[in-house]
Each structure stands twice: as C-alpha cells, then as structure tokens.
Nanobody, 117 residues
C-alpha cells in the first residue's frame, strides 16, 4: 500500500508561483508512475504532469513552460513547481502514483490552489 500526502497549496495572485509537494510512504519501492492531476469546479479531472519512472515527463499543453515536475526517489517526494499562475489554474491538485507491476493506483487527498485575478 502507498499513502500520498500533498501540501503547498494556497492563495496566490496571478503571475505568482507556488510549489506543491507530495510525500509518499508505504511500499514506495514498487511505485512506477507518479504525477499530478487537477480538478477545477465544474470541470473534469485532468492530467497536469506525469512521469513513468526513468522516462520523460509529460505535461498538459496548458501548463507547458510554466510548471515543472520533479521527483526525489531518495526522500520519496515529488514536486510541482508552478510559475506564472493564471486564474484558470485554480483547482484542487491531486498527487497520483501507480504500482510498477500490478497497476494499483493511489491518490492523495488533494490540495487547493486558488489564483486571484
């Protein structure tokens, strides 16, 4: 089992920055894919950034050039550096992990990001 805990959300002005973190615990050695999703009010949950473990990071077109995903496999923490934030980035951001072999999926509780105009 894997547990994911996000932190770093908050309120920020348009053009500002936030850094989200996701601490993982449990059977972390078996985690393959990790990433971030978000869900805005009235919208579907969407992929923000995902990395498959040794592979390239895939970003949503809407965040390319503004968001950066990083993964610390020693501390079992992943980050999402968000720059040049826009009101459209307002959403609950969720950390995601997938087991390497069984494809079991895990989700964090979410952290709210609000960008004011």
């Amino acid at each position: 089992q894997v547990q994911l805990v996000e932190s770093g959300g908050g309120l920020v002005q348009a053009g500002g920055s936030l850094r989200l973190s996701c601490a993982s615990s449990g059977s972390t050695l078996r985690i393959g894919t990790m990433g971030w999703y978000r869900q805005a009010p009235g919208k579907q949950r969407e992929l923000v950034a995902v990395e498959g473990g040794g592979g390239r990071t895939n970003y949503a077109d809407s965040v390319k050039g503004r968001f950066t995903f990083s993964r610390d496999n020693v501390k079992n923490i992943v980050y999402l550096q968000m720059n040049s934030l826009e009101p459209e980035d307002t959403a609950v951001y969720y950390c995601y992990a997938k087991h390497r072999w069984t494809s079991s999926e895990y989700w964090g509780q979410g952290t709210q990001v609000t960008v004011s105009s």
